[in-house]
């Protein structure tokens, strides 16, 4: 029987790539990215802020830059954190919110549903102005990810989980 060639011209490049792997922290499961239009001309938020935008009490990113909200349909994990962490209301208490802000007149309209991540991504890409929140593994190139007080999906400390 032949002797078999030892591994050792292979190790160094799996170490390396083990090294590597442990330097990118990938977004943990269940963080929600909030995700813009790459024209929009912020990137990072306070909590407060990102609060004020996704309750429509601020409508614009500077003077002539609408905000369009979309907002994934009932029982997604996104509008699930989304009603959980930003807006602390049912289901019920969300929708009856958005009908009343529109009925005063205090917007023009309330958040457009989406029916995945993937549509929620597209249409970020495609409206200027708009933001949306999803899962941090659904994120696709062609948006900007925000970052809330100072830390990204993934990051020690990221307030949407």
């Known amino acids: 029987m032949k002797k078999s060639q030892p591994l050792r011209p292979f190790l160094f490049p799996l170490l390396a790539l ?31 802020d990102l609060r004020k935008i996704l309750l429509g009490d601020r409508q614009f990113w500077k003077p002539g830059e609408p905000v369009t909200l979309l907002v994934r349909a009932p029982v997604s994990s996104e509008r699930t954190v989304l009603l959980a962490k930003i807006y602390s209301m049912s289901e019920a208490q969300f929708k009856q919110y958005w009908i009343a802000k529109v009925f005063r007149a205090e917007s023009t ?53």
Request: proline share 8%.
């Open 109 to 161: 309209s309330g958040p457009k549903i989406v029916l995945s991540n993937d549509m929620a991504s597209d249409l970020v890409a495609a409206i200027q102005g708009s933001i949306a929140l999803i899962d941090s593994k659904d994120v696709r190139p062609g948006v900007k990810v925000l970052k809330i007080d100072g830390a990204s999906p993934g990051d020690k400390g990221y307030p949407l989980k």
């Open 18 to 48: 083990v090294a590597l792997a442990s330097l990118v922290r990938p977004a943990a499961a269940g963080d929600m990215a909030v995700v813009v239009h790459p024209g929009v001309s912020v990137d990072a938020l306070s909590f407060p």
